[in-house]
């Protein structure tokens, strides 16, 4: 068809190398949240009393650690950008 360009993408091996940084730390961010949501699902599950506490201000404590997850959530992905962020290339968009 004409109009489709045909060449063929030869990867650079710092293109790899990014690659494989970007996909470790994102590799631990999720694991670090994953432990955080297990505790919440944990405590929620085998300990609904210790959920039902009200440790700050009338404030029970599912609500606060769903609000830490959120929080949690927000920097992770936040951490993740500024991690992974190259110093002097173009987004991968470009």
Known sequence: MAGLDHTTFDARPEDDIGAER????????FFLYLALYGGFMGLSAFAPATMRSTPFGGVTLAVSYGFGLIVAALASALLYAWLCATPGTPPADE
């Open 22 to 29: 970007r996909a470790r730390w994102g590799l631990v961010l």
